[in-house]
């Protein structure tokens, strides 16, 4: 096995750990966190199947770096919500009222209006 | 003046979306306006261009791919991106008069406005993988902020509960994207095509299209991924329901089409092709259902979506393993199908926000007698229905007159009563509104008439979409123009 | 393209813009919108008129456009349009000037007549339209253009009759836009033509034509009221009496008519169709129709609802005349669309301005209307009569003309049920009019209006005057050039050859 291809296998673990924790998760900054496990997984199989031939290759590495900044900017945008969310309902999931049900939710507002 | 005009295209709405990042909300508003303008001359300019000489392609900056960024600029992107300045245009201008200025997070609605739309044309313009990838998360995070704008608890849980399928979408995508470059070394959807020409496939080499089909029918709401479409599109305000429905689950729909039509050849197969259109066969039944039993009036429209949306996936069966001609008429019906839901669906909402604001209720009880008011926006909303319905003359007819041919004609007959039924039930949801404003019950005299403004904007499109039938062949004709000069990569 | 082959928009526009203006116009203003309605209508007539005469001349009138590839936007006048165009809008006309009065000092009054000329509009396009799609086109825009006209008065029972209204067309119209997709796969966007298109037809698409045939069949027959799918007709009585006079004895239910004819004289033509072996059926169900709509019609309380049993009944003469396999079955059917309409709406004024003037909506009400307003009573008299078939009224006129024509090609059992459904005319309505002109005033009317000398008011009376005097000359005029009788054959000499 190649050390590329073991990159590539990491990678697989680490995004079927993240999607794991992402569907089994109910807190929302957990799910955030499992989130950017995938992220994580996905920029190390880019990579590491990339390096198939010996030499490395340079966009992959150019697409990575994309990809976080990205990635950053989702997670940076989720965090953002959560908290606001947090505020005003006062629950850290999504769990409570059925989806479709908006209406009927009676929010829980604890904090003062901060942003 | 192609150059131009691209330049104009691509940097005015980044450019303009720092500028209103800037400034509140009635400054951000007179900024669009002018931005707004720029972006519709610039779209009209490069449709005309392409109609007249045909597509392109064309190099941001002059940096050649991989690195660089390659645009394809055919009759399809171009006519994509005049529908979005068509219709980004209704609601940026609905937005500026129906948002309350008040309110002081309003003033992200533009910075957003305009991120959207410059993920939007380069969507539908890129030709590589993981522009299209950045293009698509850029789309995605600023409709989770658009839906997040409503400011309530239930807003921000749909936009949370819409971030994360869209993040889990986006995650799919990507892998599939990073193992077809590891395979091929190429990202470009082209390369890839033609790669699999001279070689051949290989086993092993559906996963990558498996996974990027599912992450992208994840964000375009395919049953029985759909869960988080209709409570995002039901509560976010009305202009954003309006560019949500009409524009932002479409463009993850023309990436997926785009990669089905170039790569399905060779690594889909029969029964992918009909598990997929399967899907988008009961979504039409299962959306349409349950639009029929909600009680609120944006619910109805958000799940009318949802059935909407499946009709497109009927691309994917009755496009592969049939004859050109066929699959060219199920392409030119599903084309017609987006552009007339585009301008049909942003009607409708837009028209639903309209009557909401005027009865002062979210309910569609509370339309009982509204109809004597004679509101405009209520025939907007049914005008917009007739499409929905696919009623002739509307483009929605059109739509579904092509693809019940290219059913016809493939021996896919199965298609036929989803087709009919789909129709039906539609009509039924949008009649179920209409008997509500029909009502005539005491105590219906209060009513209050939105600005012109607002009802003209969804009439306008409403008109667009039923008219879209009557002129499907020249706007087609644009849409199947080959590549001009340097055609190929 | 010249400014004469436009007349067929220019008359499809009249009412389309009449729309479109009424609808933004503010509920007050009153003249203005009568202006604009009767305008309209008047232009239209026009219109209509012109294109009757260069057609006499042998003259055609076209306009065509590719809509969706493949598929044509066809616009045509003639001959065969040109019956029914004309009928509906003369019809308008008349119900036009009796709406307004009908519906004086109603609300959502600009609703209503905009709705009311966007149907007059479809209805044209029906008449005009040049191949199937395009009358499918107009076909689902009249659908959606007379719901509101039913559900007008927004009470449960209107949404409910509206609702079921609704479910039976549009349900129709998925059968038949199946059809016409499935015909347009198999052999590509066919105009009406004189004569159709099958008449010689290959083995392997006997099967699917005559299914096909069977769906578009099923799919007009929804409107044109067949039974078993004509439900819906006796429930949407519950519209205003304009609604009922013009949509659904005249345009609605006619359009359903009008396809059917068009479908077998022009698209499958009737030698094919009959060696299809599809007459005999379409004959049958025909027959049924006009039978138990007049069997229906005996058990009738409500004077409305009893006429539209009588229209279930009376329309299928027209698809019976048809497969009646010769040119004189065919005169027959096409002149009763025309006496059909003129005799029905003739009843459907008389029985809203008895419910408008008295308040009398149930036949036992009835007693000594005669009295009160003779002029209506004489108008509906004479309506009753010319469905039952007197002698020299217009629907007599009809019921010989299929009887010979029946004879003729030796389908004797036709004229059995010619005969046995004047027997059912005479014994619905003859009670009726036995109560309007001797029975005994008991009680004061339900709900009585005065207007002055006149028995009731002008608006609503010479409207049915004037159909009343239409169906009398209809008959006795039948062999004049201008009657509908000489137009018939000149469309019979064109369709069929002699």
Sequence with gaps: MTPSLLYAFAGVLLCSLGLFGFIRLAHLLRKLLAFNLMGSGVFLVMVGLAQRDGEPDPVPQALVLTGIVVAIAATALAVVLIRRYYHLSGQATLAGPAATQHGTAKPVVRAEDRS | ????????????????????????????????????????????????????????????????????????????????????????????????????????????????????????????????????????????????????????????????????????????????????????????????????????????????????????????????????????????????????????????????????????????????????????????????????????????????????????????????????????????????????????????????????????????????????????????????????????????????????????????????????????????????????????????DRFFHPSRSLEVIPMILALLSLGLGLVAGPVLSVMVLPFGEGGGQ | MSLASLLPVFALMTSLLAAVIIFTLPERSFRLRTLVNLGAAVIKLVLVGVMIWGIVQGRAYEVAFTMVPGVRFVLRADALSMLFAGLSALLWLLTTIYAVGYLEGSPNRSRFFGFFSLSVASTMGIALAGNLFTFFLFYEMLTLSTYPLVVHRGTPKALRAGRSYIIYTLCGGAVLLLAIAWLHGLVGDLSFRPGGYFAEVEDALRGPLSLIFVLLVAGLGVKAALVPLHGWLPQAMVAPAPVSALLHAVAVVKAGAFGIVRVVLEIYGLDAASDLGLLAGLAGVAAFTIIYGSARALYQVDLKRLLAFSTVSQVSYIILGLCLFGPVGVAGGLVHLVHQGIMKITLFFCAGNYAETLGVHRIDELDGAGERMPATSVAFTLGAFGMIGVPPLAGFTTKWIMGTGALAVGMDWVVVVLVVSSLLNAAYFLPILHRIWFGERQAAWPQERRWGRLETSAWLLWPALITAVLLILAGLLANLPVSPLSWVELIVAREVAL
């Design chain 2, 1 to 444: 003046m192609t150059p131009w005009l691209m330049a104009g295209l691509l940097f005015t709405p980044l450019a303009w979306a720092v500028l209103t990042l800037l400034v509140n909300f009635n400054r951000g508003r007179l900024i669009s306006w002018l931005g707004i303008l720029v972006q519709v001359v610039v779209s009209l300019g490069l449709w005309a261009a392409v109609a007249g000489d045909g597509g392109f392609h064309y190099q941001l900056g002059g940096w050649p791919a991989p690195l660089g960024i390659e645009l394809r600029v055919d009759g399809l992107a171009v006519t994509f991106v005049l529908l979005t300045a068509l219709v980004a245009a209704a609601c940026g201008w609905h937005a500026s008069i129906y948002l309350d200025p008040a309110k002081a997070w309003h003033r992200y609605f533009w910075p957003l406005f305009w991120f959207l739309w410059a993920g939007l044309n380069g969507v539908w313009l890129g030709g590589d993988l993981f522009n299209l990838y950045v293009g698509l998360e850029l789309i995605s995070l600023s409709a989770v902020g658009l839906v997040a704008l409503g400011g309530e608890s239930a807003a921000l849980r749909a936009a949370i509960r819409y971030l994360m399928a869209a993040l889990l979408g986006s995650l799919a995508y990507l892998l599939g994207v990073a193992l077809i470059y590891g395979q091929f070394g190429s990202l470009s959807i082209a390369g890839v095509s033609r790669l699999l020409g001279e070689a051949g496939t290989a086993p092993g080499q559906t996963l990558p299209l498996l996974l990027m089909l599912f992450g992208l029918t994840l964000k375009t709401a395919l049953f029985p991924m759909h869960g988080w479409l209709p409570p995002a599109h039901g509560i976010a305000r009305s202009p954003v329901s309006a560019l949500l429905s009409a524009l932002v689950v479409k463009a993850s729909f023309y990436i997926a089409a785009r990669i089905w039509l170039d790569l399905g050849g060779y690594l889909g197969s029969y029964g992918l092709a009909q598990l997929i259109g399967g899907l988008g066969a009961i979504a039409v039944i299962w959306g349409s259902w349950r639009a029929l039993w909600q009680a609120k009036l944006k619910q109805v429209v958000a799940y009318s979506s949802v059935a909407q949306i499946g009709y497109l996936f009927l691309l994917f069966p009755l496009t592969w393993g049939v004859a050109e001609p066929v699959s060219l008429q199920a392409q030119q019906g599903i084309t017609l199908q987006i552009i007339s839901h585009a301008l049909a669906k942003a009607a409708m909402f837009l028209a639903a926000g309209n009557l909401i604001m005027s009865v002062g209720s979210n309910r569609v009880d509370a339309l009982a007698g509204v109809s004597r008011f004679l509101p405009f926006s209520l025939f907007s909303f049914g005008l917009a229905g007739v499409s929905l319905m696919g009623l002739p003359p509307s483009g929605g007819f059109a739509a579904k007159w092509l693809l019940l041919q290219s059913s016809l004609a493939s021996g896919q007959w199965w298609w036929l009563p989803v087709l009919l039924a789909g129709g039906l039930l539609s009509a039924a949801y949008v009649f179920r509104v209409y008997r509500a404003s029909f009502m005539e019950r005491a105590g219906t």
